[in-house]
């Protein structure tokens, strides 16, 4: 505390209630394929329904990923999207003679919007909001002169609008006229809806003048009320009009042209080639754990190339998620008598890890939005197990077995292996996903890709590794800058105990022992201004093993004299 020059009474306050806290164990991360939304940008989504509004609904080019990614969502609430991008052929379609790209909301912030009208004039006035094919299905029209009201009945849209545009209040009261227009947004090809020329938005009475306000004082410039609102276009050139855009003040707005009616349908958009490069960046979003809190990586029907990429570079990188990742569709499909030899090829191409999590196979499910049957890998489906096991009970449970481990949606499986088939892929650390009649179809395996024997060639034990490293070193990061004493060692130890307390309650840990004292904590090591704290730990270990002995015994004999020998 501060020295005191002259008499006073001076309140100091000091919190010593910090607790270890609770950290997210159910967000799962995917990048991949997808026709629509941002590019190369991280989009939290909750729902399948949210996915196919953001992303667009899944065709033959993307089913795999987008099916990952929905199976992931039928278990959890929690996922994040990256669509990866190509920047040299990418397009956002436009109502111009050429495309241009724009990734995400930040890009045209930039380039088109800062000032507006930067972009290139050539592109037309109207732009889809997104890269690929999907935005050449958008038609924009506009009604923009309310002072015709012959071009107002027969406009196709007028019953869309509650009565003809006009003048603004806001623009009347600075002496101008003929602001207002409609705009409105559809689905000229069904690409987003299903159904061809179906209204996706409108908004009416937006004002061309670029000052001008709503009663509540929000901004109804056009431009402005597209950008914030709209979930398929931007602005990105006015009207030939010069008066577009300006400011309210004597203004009087025009058409921009001697019609009333701007019909645009969006053109020049292009999809192109994902490449593994451009997984592999899009997967870098994921890369800093500081910026971005993760847990369970998915990896759809990636290359061999990108799998690695994700393991190494993501998971491995980061330690506090895990990769989950399925064999190619050529070992399991079509591929009879070569299965078990082919994964565990696949397999051993990656190194060891215990930040890794192999299945055996593929599923066939119903592709509703296109009335077809696909072969999705089951990547998504492990990863969602591992969310439904902390949802059910502990992120330190296996996710695996008759009681947590049945996968949804599932027509049937690409292999289905037997007991001989099951231990040789154990044995290569690959765990083994069968349909049971009458019982579904099970996770049957629970290891990570940790090759050496350990407790952490487990699910349980590296998800509850991940959770106590995760949440004790929160809470830890409020030591630094604190003196090296015992007062520190002992607020430390009585932070940690607890915790590990509760987790040990709760059946993730046999045995632990918190050591922070002079022992660890020797002069040295505090001249090097560190502070050290060891955390020993038991793991709880999940049954994947049982012996059942039934043993036969003569009438005679009594139990208590054979107990214990077999």
């Known amino acids: 505390m501060a020295f005191q020059l002259s008499p006073g009474v001076n309140v100091s306050e000091y919190d010593l209630t910090t607790i270890v806290p609770s950290v997210g164990t159910t967000e799962g991360a995917i990048a991949g394929q997808f026709n629509w939304g941002p590019a190369n940008t991280i989009v939290t989504i909750s729902n399948e329904i949210e996915l196919a509004d953001r992303f667009g609904r899944p065709d033959a080019t993307n089913f795999t990923t987008w099916f990952t990614a929905a199976n992931f969502l039928s278990y959890a ?27 995400s909301q930040e890009v045209y912030e930039y380039n088109f919007n800062s000032p507006f009208g930067e972009g290139s004039d050539t592109a037309g006035m109207i732009a889809a909001r997104y890269p690929g094919e999907n935005g050449n299905s958008l038609r924009v029209a506009l009604y923009a002169n309310g002072a015709n009201s012959d071009a107002w009945t027969s406009w196709a849209y007028a019953e869309q609008f509650d009565s003809i545009p006009g003048t603004s209040n806001f623009v009347a009261a600075r002496g101008g006229s003929n602001d207002e227009m409609h705009i409105i947004v559809i689905d000229e090809d069904g690409k987003f809806t299903g159904l061809p020329n179906t209204v996706l938005e409108k908004f009416g009475f937006v004002s061309k003048a670029s000052d001008a306000k709503n009663d509540d004082g929000s901004s109804n410039y056009y431009v402005n009320v597209l950008n914030d609102r709209s979930k398929f276009i931007y602005a990105i050139n006015h009207a030939t009009s010069s008066n577009w855009g300006t400011a309210a003040a004597g203004t009087t707005f025009n058409s921009g042209s001697n019609n009333s009616n701007y019909a645009m349908s969006l053109v020049n958009g292009a999809s192109g080639n994902i490449t593994d490069s451009s997984l592999e960046t899009a997967y870098d979003k994921f890369k800093n754990a500081e910026e971005v809190d993760i847990s369970l990586v998915m990896t759809g029907a990636v290359s061999q190339t990108v799998a690695e990429y994700v393991v190494e570079n993501i998971a491995e990188n980061r330690k506090d998620c895990v990769a989950f990742l399925s064999p190619p569709m050529s070992a399991v499909v079509n591929n009879y008598g070569d299965e078990t030899t082919d994964i565990a090829t696949h397999r051993n191409l990656f190194n060891s890890s215990s930040y890794a999590v192999m299945d055996s196979g593929w599923k066939y499910q119903f592709d509703k939005y296109n009335n077809v049957y696909r072969w999705v890998p089951l990547n998504g489906d492990i990863a969602g197990l591992c969310v439904r096991t902390d949802f059910e009970r502990d992120p330190w449970y296996s996710p695996a077995g008759f009681n947590r481990g049945q996968i949804k949606n599932v027509t049937k499986l690409a292999w289905n292996p037997n007991k001989t088939q099951r231990d040789e892929l154990y044995k290569n650390g690959v765990n083994p996903v069968v349909s049971f009649p009458g019982e579904g179809t099970i996770l049957y395996g629970d290891k990570t890709l940790l090759a050496r024997p350990s407790a952490f060639d487990r699910i349980n034990v590296r998800r509850l ?24 060692r002992a607020q430390f130890i009585s932070l940690v105990e607890p915790y590990l307390r509760d987790v040990q309650g709760r059946r993730g840990i046999f045995q632990y022992r918190v050591v922070c004292d002079q022992t660890n904590n020797t002069p040295e090591v505090i001249d090097r201004n560190e502070f050290i704290g060891d955390i020993y730990i038991k793991p709880a270990r999940s049954i994947n093993f049982i012996q059942l002995n039934f043993v036969a015994v003569r009438t005679g004999v009594a139990f208590d004299e054979i107990v214990g020998k077999f």
């Open 465 to 488: 590794f991940i959770v106590l490293e995760k949440a004790i070193a929160r809470a830890s990061k409020y030591s630094l800058f604190e003196f090296n004493d015992e007062f520190t």
């Open 77 to 103: 609430r929690n996922l994040k999207v990256v669509r990866a991008a190509n920047g040299t052929s990418d397009l956002n379609a436009t109502s111009g003679s050429e495309g241009v790209l724009i990734q």
